[in-house]
């Protein structure tokens, strides 16, 4: 079984659900959680943690070639489940740099880690081992109303520097297994929500902008498309690739849902009108804000899942209407993670930074 673990980016949004969801449901595991706790990463996120003993947190660099063969070595680990990424279209725009060294440099330095110590030094002896990497489906582009859903075999054809770097990792990953026989596994997965999600995405934003009485910052006519999946269930995806894919594949991972981020945004608000009130009685639908869309805004995603089902019998357990609400209740609950997240990392900066300057869309 691929159980002993090293998580990249383990403190983040999907790594740090992933660790809490392997510990409770396969104890015997035992994970080592790689993060530099960036923006995005926080120790909030992986308090009260079901089995400490099973568990080890290291901050470092997924850059840093020495410290990860050393943490393969020293804790005898048979795989390595690569989260670890700046994975925000909007900051990518702004500075790609970060980007590139870390989607791309980073995951070349771990892969090269992992056939220095795994097929070289054979440290596991003969024993199994498993790279998998996680992506995106950004990394396909965008796709006319009409068009056919993505699956494993559409051409990658980025449209911003985070997919574009993304798509680069990928090609890394693949050419290990195929150059030096390194086994991989790789998902693209679609847009996550739910529980220790950053509060600049949009789920996030707009639950906590429509509490405290902020505008609902939407971009352009709020009509892209996107697949929408809930964390717990990527999770489960994940594991389950890592058990039973097959060695060299990608899984596509999605929620089976297409709706218009405008249509995310009302059902958040009709969630919250009934969860919690505005004080005026006013509903929270009043505070949505058209603004300037964001340079090559990719139209639609669509995920076809047809692969991970049918190889692997995987589909996702929420709908987008119980997962959403199930995401909102949890942040409903979470005041002192919310006040943490916002002192520790002041992402208020970059949310000013992102939307204030940005003009009303013309209707």
Not at 36 to 43: E, I, K, V
Not at 59 to 76: A, F, P, Q
Not at 293 to 316: F, V
Request: aromatic share 10%; hydrophobic share 35%; charged share 25%.
């Amino acid at each position: 079984m691929f159980n002993r673990i090293l998580v990249t980016g383990g403190a983040g949004f999907i790594g740090s659900n992933f660790i809490r969801y392997v510990l409770i449901n396969f104890p015997e595991s035992f994970i080592v959680n790689l993060d530099l706790l960036t923006y995005a990463g926080s120790l909030e996120n992986i308090k009260d943690l079901p089995s400490q003993k099973n568990y080890h947190f290291v901050e470092g660099d997924i850059r840093d070639e020495e410290l990860v063969k050393n943490l393969l070595r020293e804790h005898g680990l048979n795989t390595i489940v690569h989260f670890a990424a700046e994975s925000h279209v909007d900051r990518s725009i702004l500075g790609p740099r970060a980007f590139v060294q870390t989607n791309i440099i980073g995951t070349f330095s771990l892969l090269e880690a992992a056939r220095k110590v795994w097929l070289d030094e054979k440290k596991l002896g003969d024993g199994e081992v498993r790279f998998h990497h996680i992506s995106t489906d950004e990394v396909y582009g965008t796709l006319a109303p009409n068009d056919s859903a993505f699956e494993e075999t559409t051409p990658y054809a980025p449209n911003s520097p985070y997919a574009a770097s993304k798509a680069s990792s990928d090609l890394l990953v693949r050419s290990y297994m195929h150059t030096y026989g390194l086994p991989t596994t790789l998902t693209n997965c679609t847009n996550n929500y739910g529980p220790y999600q950053f509060p600049e995405k949009l789920v996030p934003l707009m639950i906590m902008n429509a509490l405290e009485g902020k505008d609902l910052p939407i971009y352009g006519d709020g009509r892209q498309i996107r697949d929408w999946l809930y964390v717990e269930d990527h999770c489960t995806a994940i594991w389950q690739v890592l058990q039973e894919g097959r060695t060299g594949e990608s899984y596509c991972i999605g929620g089976n849902n297409q709706p218009t981020n405008l249509e995310i945004v009302d059902t958040l608000c009709a969630i919250l009108d009934e969860l919690h009130p505005n004080a005026d009685g006013k509903p929270y639908a009043l505070q949505k804000k058209l603004v300037t869309d964001r340079p090559g805004h990719d139209r639609r995603y669509a995920m076809k899942i047809d692969k991970i089902k049918n190889e692997l019998g995987w589909q996702p357990k929420y709908t987008l209407k119980d997962g959403l609400l199930k995401t909102v209740q949890w942040y409903l609950a979470q005041k002192n993670w919310i006040e943490a997240i916002r002192k520790e990392k002041n992402y208020q900066s970059w949310v000013e930074k992102n939307y204030t300057n940005r003009t009303e869309a013309e209707k």
